[in-house]
Structures are given as structure tokens and as C-alpha cells.
């Protein structure tokens, strides 16, 4: 079974970086897509950034687009995510999962294998 384990998380002010690892501890991801998500309080969890097996494709939502870069090292077995221009709205818990395919997906449905996740609190 896979076992994601987000970190990096943390408290920032606007304007600044974080960058997010997850690691998978079973090496079982490498071949599936991968993505992150997040929930804010109150809010239902929504998709921010996916990337395929072999990191050709991405795909990002319009909210952090130009701001938040995904990446992985399949050698490493680890997913990333760099936040850049962080802002108060993108406060939430952040989750790494693993798509059930090869492909990038933004549907948390075909999403099987999920972290724990790591919170990221942005002060204006």
C-alpha cells in the first residue's frame, strides 16, 4: 500500500515561498500521476496542481497558475510543490495523493492514495 508523507508545510506572510515535499515510503508511485489538493476551513477540498508519470505534463488551477510549480524526482520517489507569491487565500492543509493512471488528472476521483497532509497558514 502506498504511504505518502507530506512536509514542509508552515506559517509565512504574503509574499513569501514554501516549497512542499511528499515523499512516498513504499517507492510505488513512479508510475502514476500524481497531484496536490487543498481544503481551507469550511471549504471542500479542490485541486491545485497535477503531473504525469514522467513529468511532461502538468496542469495547474487558474488560482495559483504562474505562482506554484510541481515537480517530482521519480529516483527520489518525491513530489513538490514550490509556491511562490504565497497570499493569504491560499491557506489550507495541503495533500499529495497518487492517481490511479499514468496521466496528470484534476479530478480528485481517480485519485486513490492520499497523504495526511502538511498545513500552510499565509498572514497578510
Known amino acids: 500500500q502506498v504511504q505518502l508523507v507530506e512536509s514542509g508545510g508552515g506559517l509565512v506572510q504574503a509574499g513569501d515561498s514554501l516549497t512542499l515535499s511528499c515523499v512516498d515510503s513504499?517507492?510505488?508511485?513512479?508510475?502514476?500521476?500524481m497531484g496536490w489538493f487543498r481544503q481551507a476551513p469550511g471549504k471542500e477540498r479542490e485541486f491545485v496542481a497535477t503531473?504525469?508519470?514522467?513529468?511532461?505534463?502538468?496542469i495547474y488551477a487558474d488560482s495559483v497558475k504562474g505562482r506554484f510549480t510541481i515537480s517530482r524526482d521519480n529516483v527520489k520517489n518525491t513530489l513538490y510543490l514550490r509556491m511562490d507569491n504565497l497570499k493569504p487565500e491560499d491557506t489550507a492543509v495541503y495533500y499529495c495523493?497518487?492517481?490511479?493512471?499514468?496521466?496528470?488528472?484534476?479530478?480528485?476521483?481517480?485519485?486513490?492514495?492520499w497523504g495526511r497532509g502538511t498545513q500552510v497558514t499565509v498572514s497578510s
Open positions: 513504499r517507492r510505488t508511485s513512479s508510475n502514476n500521476g
Open positions: 495523493a497518487t492517481n490511479l493512471y499514468s496521466t496528470a488528472a484534476t479530478s480528485s476521483r481517480t485519485y486513490r492514495y
Open positions: 503531473i504525469s508519470r514522467t513529468g511532461d505534463n502538468k
